[in-house]
Structures are given as structure tokens and as C-alpha cells.
């Protein structure tokens, strides 16, 4: 019976000596001080249901709806002349319709990161500044001219449809 009150004993103490030393020697989690400071410049810039129309040899062939949301440096995004939305919504249409970036008809080789990657590029090139840090697509759909015309409803074909983060309340822009 002792040697099962002393091994009892020991097996408590070995366990507590181990929980004290591994509490001791565990050190706080580095905080990356730098990178904190960068996401707090951030703000989430939700963009508009953008219709884009897709011009072919013998005029409008379809329209391309794109959705898009942005992460942008707030100081930065303050200074622009032209609301952030607009400028944007300019761009895009620059982008898809002016330098043709997405070709509908091949939807397989559609490239995201690329495409992410040069609208990233487009906009912080018109800003003038590394004001978007970061592109979302939320959704990317080509409607044909027939099913537009169509009476009969249609549905159209989805591109890509991606995800955003969700945004907490304090995070969304006031006028955005």
C-alpha cells in the first residue's frame, strides 16, 4: 500500500515539475509589429457589380459581370483625387474591354492569379502608389447577347466565382 501512496506521490510530482517547467520556459508569441502595423493601414474596399460588354468583329457578342473586392492602404487611398470606386470601375473597363484580358471563349485557360495580378498592377499604376494591396474576385459571369435578348430567362455562365473574407463592421469603408 506504501509503495503504491509513494508511486502516486512520485508520479504527482514528476507531473507538476513538468507543467512548471514547460509554463517557465515557453516564451511569448512574437508579435510581428511591422506586419500589424501594415493591416491596420488596410481597409476593405467592396467593389460594384461591374457589366462589361464583350466586343467582337460584328459588335457586342456578350457582357461580362465581374464583382471585386479590394484591400487598400487607407492614407493612401484618402489622398486620390477620384473616389476609389470610380477610378477603379474606370480601370476595369480599361483592363477587360480596352486590353481584352479575358477571352470568353476560352474559359479553360483562364488564368486567376494573372488576372488578380494585373489589376492589382493596372490600378496601383493609375493611383500612382501601392494603394491596393490585395484583389478579391467574388464572382466573374459571361452573359451572351442571345440569352440578354431572349425572353425566355437564361442562365448565364459562370467564370470563376471566388471567395472574400468577411469583413467585421469596423473594417468597411464609410462611403464605399
Known amino acids: 500500500m506504501i ?6 506521490v512520485w508520479v504527482l510530482a514528476i507531473t507538476l515539475a513538468a507543467v512548471y517547467f514547460s509554463l517557465k520556459m ?8 511591422e506586419a500589424a ?3 491596420a493601414a488596410m481597409e476593405f474596399v467592396s467593389g460594384y457589380t461591374t457589366t462589361l460588354p464583350v466586343i467582337g468583329e460584328d459588335g457586342v457578342n456578350g457582357y461580362l459581370l465581374t464583382k471585386l473586392a479590394y484591400k487598400a ?4 487611398a484618402a489622398k486620390q483625387v477620384v473616389p476609389l470606386p470610380q477610378m477603379i470601375t474606370d480601370e476595369l473597363y480599361t483592363l477587360l474591354v ?8 476560352a ?34 459571369d459571361y452573359i451572351t ?20 473574407p468577411e469583413v467585421k463592421p469596423a473594417e468597411k469603408s464609410g462611403g464605399h
Open 3 to 8: 509503495k503504491l501512496i509513494g508511486t502516486g
Open 26 to 33: 515557453a516564451s511569448a508569441p512574437k508579435v510581428d509589429t
Open 107 to 140: 474559359t479553360g485557360n483562364f488564368d486567376l492569379e494573372a488576372f488578380r495580378g494585373v489589376v492589382k498592377e493596372g490600378l496601383n499604376r493609375r493611383f500612382g502608389a501601392e494603394v491596393i494591396a490585395e484583389v478579391y474576385v467574388e464572382q466573374i
Open 145 to 164: 447577347t442571345a440569352s440578354v435578348e431572349d425572353p425566355a430567362p437564361k442562365k448565364g455562365v459562370t467564370l470563376l466565382k471566388g471567395e472574400v
Open 98 to 105: 480596352g486590353k481584352k484580358m479575358i477571352d470568353v471563349t
Open 73 to 76: 492602404n487607407k492614407e493612401l
Open 37 to 39: 502595423a501594415r493591416e
